[in-house]
């Protein structure tokens, strides 16, 4: 049946979804490029793939930018992304895209570039479970803020059940960057479709999904500190430490800024781990209404997201975001 062509691509592309940021929706349109196939072309023997290679090329447009759950709420940063993409008959894929975000730079007024480069292998140990490696490499323009770079790289590993119309996964990865960090991710999916919707050789497909996302609720604490100016330190002073408030002032005008804050830092990490130090809980669940249509070989998107942090910091500021995506493709096969 069709539908089986569809849990399949749907599967592999859930299991990308957390890589980088809710941006990186390449896969998502390349699930229905396979989906859309008149003929199917899935069978219901085990490690059975697709029977042909697939080109494709899409463009995405974000209302804001989420980095793994970290969103910057000082201004909005809205991006648009390209890619292209292979994915082999013979389970490899290779794809490329790069990203332009609004506001991207470290005064939050300029626009940046990042690239990112991925590589990754299906392996299907039977017809429910997918075996999904992955790496991927990023490159960043120089202005771009340090919270949109934090990372240089990504090796990555889902895991993906499917049965039916349910979706259930793990994904694993190690994040490298100025200090590496693992990053877990636990998805839950139904997923419903409609073939031939409004036209012949056409899908139309809606998913709800909802994601408990485990990480170090520290990470990007040292980043923002290395990026405050004395105003913004002295406040975080004022509100964590005040007794240290008039000592702090005294030290920024008798040695400088940059030198105080490595003197405290060093102080506060020997006296309390907590503050910069790793510490993994679930940091945000998210809950994600994606709506596809394919027809022929031009693929649409429009995904909602709900991000709900579930930690505070007091060196940002987390709310919860409704975040909207809508992007185009187009698929050769071959």
């Not at 609004?102 to 690239?115: R, V, Y």
């Not at 809606?206 to 990480?215: P, R």
């Not at 394919?294 to 942090?309: D, Y």
């Amino acid at each position: 049946m069709l539908s089986e062509v569809i849990n399949f691509w749907l599967t592999l592309f859930c299991s990308m979804r957390e890589r980088l940021k809710i941006t990186s929706i390449i896969l998502l349109i390349f699930c229905d490029v396979h989906a859309s196939k008149p003929e199917p072309v899935y069978s219901s023997s085990a490690n059975s793939m697709p029977d042909y290679s697939t080109l494709f090329f899409t463009f995405d447009y974000s209302t804001q930018t989420n980095t793994l759950g970290v969103i910057n709420e000082t201004v909005k940063q809205p991006n648009y992304t390209a890619g292209v993409g292979f994915f082999s008959k013979y389970n490899f894929d290779l794809s490329f895209q790069s990203l332009v975000t609004q506001n991207g730079d470290t005064s939050f007024t300029k626009t940046t570039t990042e690239f990112d480069f991925m590589a990754g292998y299906t392996y299907r140990p039977s017809d429910e479970l997918t075996i999904y490696p992955s790496y991927t490499h990023m490159e960043y323009s120089k202005s771009i803020s340090p919270l949109l770079s934090a990372f240089s790289d990504i090796a990555q590993l889902d895991i993906y059940y499917n049965k039916g119309v349910y979706y259930g996964g793990l994904s694993t990865s190690m994040l490298f960057g100025e200090r590496n960090m693992f990053y877990f991710s636990f998805q839950n999916a139904l997923g419903f479709y409609k073939e031939n919707f409004l036209f012949r050789n056409s899908l139309l497909s809606i998913q709800l999904e909802f994601d408990a996302n485990i990480s170090d609720k520290n990470f990007y604490n040292k980043i923002i500190y290395e990026l405050w100016n004395s105003e913004e330190f002295l406040l975080w002073i004022n509100d964590e430490y005040p007794r240290s408030l008039a000592m702090m002032i005294h030290s920024i005008e008798a040695n400088g800024l940059e030198t105080t804050k490595n003197l405290f830092y060093n102080y506060i990490n020997e006296r309390d781990k907590s503050v910069f130090g790793p510490s993994y809980t679930i940091t945000s669940v998210n809950f994600m209404l994606p709506v596809y249509y394919s027809v022929g070989n031009f693929m649409f998107n429009f995904t909602t997201f709900l991000i709900i942090p579930t930690t505070t910091s007091s060196f940002y500021q987390q709310n919860t975001q409704l975040i909207f995506n809508a992007g185009v493709a187009y698929s050769i096969d071959f």
